[in-house]
């Protein structure tokens, strides 16, 4: 008896001893497996950060004047020259090292900052303050477009994008350029400084704004643009005009006069008050090319030489009140919000 009762305790020893073994080792799996699982996560996650760190494009290849150019993204000590660039590039918070100060707009950020230095005109430019400045990205456009193989050879370290197109008819239709052309250099600084959603937003305001213009015309009202400068009337012509000549072809305005030889002139074509009083207008739409550069000299504003020709006062577009000015400082910033601010006011304005 004794003998059976000490093989079943030896027995109960056995299976307790082996269900201890069993719930160690599976213990031991699980939090193993646990471990594991969470190293496991962790690489993979580590690996995830890893790529789309890498993945980041630290370049970007966009097309100018010349042609395509590799550019990085967010460069440092950027020089920026193209007036119809820096309104969109104080928008966007992008710092600049040095910029053509005397043909900005005086309220802009950088004009007002001293810290960014100042080339001066494109007459003149001081290009040695550009060299000192040591840029990696140099934005060349329209008045400075003359001195793009100039700079190039003077920052070779740099990259030099030149932002230029035209919109005098000269080289296809001007219309077609001008709203193109701005699509495609609003597009491309998004790109270059990492604000695609920011670009994308201003194009579709761009289209809008221009839509809305065309949608406001009748098709029927003839059309006078001019440009005041020195208190003398300037003749923008359809087409080829500074700032108005391409509008012609995205409104299909109809113009109220047309001459032969017409120019882009930034003073506009000489063409007598007269020849302008007797195409009698619908609508006159004026550049004040004094108000984006009047410094302490007193100059008349375009609204009173208007106002003040003794022959325009029996036109239909004076005696209506029917006249759009552009903004104040549109000489000096031909930017997309210049444009976009302008086609918003023709269409309210032409909706009356």
């Known amino acids: 008896m004794k003998k059976s009762m000490l093989l079943k305790l030896v027995s109960i020893l056995a299976v307790l001893t082996l269900l201890l073994v069993a719930c160690s080792d599976s213990s031991k799996d699980s939090n193993g497996a646990k471990e594991t ?48 660039t820096f309104e969109t590039l104080q928008d966007w918070g992008i710092e600049l090292v040095a910029v053509p100060k005397d043909v900005m707009p005086a309220d802009l950020s ?54 230029s197109f035209d919109v005098s008819g000269e080289t296809g239709a001007p219309g077609e350029s001008f709203v193109n052309g701005f699509k495609d250099t609003t597009i491309a600084l998004g790109q270059v400084f990492d604000k695609n959603d920011e670009a994308k937003q201003l194009v579709a305001d761009f289209d809008k704004a221009i839509e809305d213009a065309k949608s406001a015309y009748n098709g029927t009202d003839t059309v006078m643009s001019v440009i005041v400068s020195g208190g003398n009337i300037g003749f923008a012509a359809p087409h080829s005009g ?26 506009g074509d000489e063409v007598s008050v007269e020849a302008i009083a007797q195409s ?52 000096t910033n031909e930017s997309i919000q210049t444009y976009i601010e302008l086609f918003e006011n023709l269409a309210n304005t032409l909706a009356k």
Do not use: C
Not at 250 to 255: H, L
Not at 312 to 328: D, G, W
């Open 37 to 84: 699982e969470e190293t496991n996560q962790e690489s993979n996650s580590t690996g995830a950060d890893e790529t789309e760190e890498a993945t980041e494009p630290t370049t970007v290849e966009i097309t100018d004047i010349h042609g395509t150019v590799t550019v990085p993204v967010n460069p440092k000590n950027v020089v920026a020259l193209d007036n119809r």
């Open 110 to 163: 950088y004009v007002k900052d001293e810290s960014v230095q100042n080339i001066g005109n494109h007459r003149e430019p001081n290009l040695e303050i550009l060299a000192a400045a040591n840029p990696e990205l140099v934005i060349v456009g329209q008045r400075f477009a003359d001195y793009y193989e100039d700079i190039k050879k003077l920052v070779p370290n740099a990259t030099v994008i030149d932002l």
């Open 242 to 267: 500074r700032v108005w000549g391409p509008m012609y072809e995205i409104f299909g305005w109809t113009p109220a006069l047309e001459v032969t030889e017409s120019t882009s002139d930034h003073q």
């Open 280 to 331: 009698n207008p619908d609508w006159l739409f004026v550049l004040d090319r004094d108000a984006a550069i009047a410094g302490e000299e007193e100059l008349v504003p375009a609204q009173d030489v208007i106002s003040n020709s003794p022959a325009l006062q029996n036109t239909t577009a004076v005696s209506k009140e029917q006249i759009v000015y552009a903004p104040a400082d549109t000489y």
